[in-house]
């Protein structure tokens, strides 16, 4: 993991649309269209399913706006998360477990293999891991916006 991977800065806010509007007028960020499905989810309480809903910023710096969801690590508002893309997120993931950072989400395919993984350290915010397969997807996404 290098310091040049960090890709976006994560908020988690209660309605996308309406942070959206704010951090248009005040700051100029222009956003993609939102994703969001169910998603297949290991927490530290099991395996469940979300309904993840998103949108990033197609300026840079990036930032990519959670949607709220009570009961779970996005349950907070406001800064929330600093995003790498992972070229191995299980092998990443291990490391900063070894390095004490306490997993806290991964997601994963249907094959069981994760594609995205959150750690929690003791001094700041999460850490998500994000497969750098998606990152030509997230590309398109953003220019086609």
């Not at 710096?61 to 191995?88: F, K, M, N, Q």
């Not at 989400?105 to 750690?119: Q, S």
């Not at 850490?127 to 220019?143: G, I, Y």
Request: aromatic share 8%; net charge negative; no cysteine.
């Amino acid at each position: 993991m290098k310091a040049a991977d960090q890709f976006h800065v994560g908020l988690v806010v209660e309605d996308l649309a309406l942070a959206q509007a704010e951090l248009t007028a005040v700051f100029g960020h222009e956003w993609s269209a939102e994703l969001g499905a169910s998603v297949n989810v290991t927490l530290s309480t099991g395996d469940t399913v979300l309904d993840l809903r998103n949108v990033y910023s197609t300026t840079t710096p990036r930032l990519e706006l959670v949607r709220r969801i009570p009961g779970t690590l996005w349950d907070a508002t406001g800064l929330h998360h600093l995003g790498y893309w992972s070229d191995d997120v299980k092998g990443d993931s291990a490391e900063l477990a070894r390095r004490g950072y306490q997993v806290e989400a991964v997601g994963k395919r249907p094959d069981g293999t994760p594609y995205w993984a959150f750690h929690r350290s003791g001094t700041g915010p999460l850490v998500e891991l994000v497969s750098r397969e998606l990152q030509p997807v997230l590309e398109q996404l953003w220019e086609a916006s």
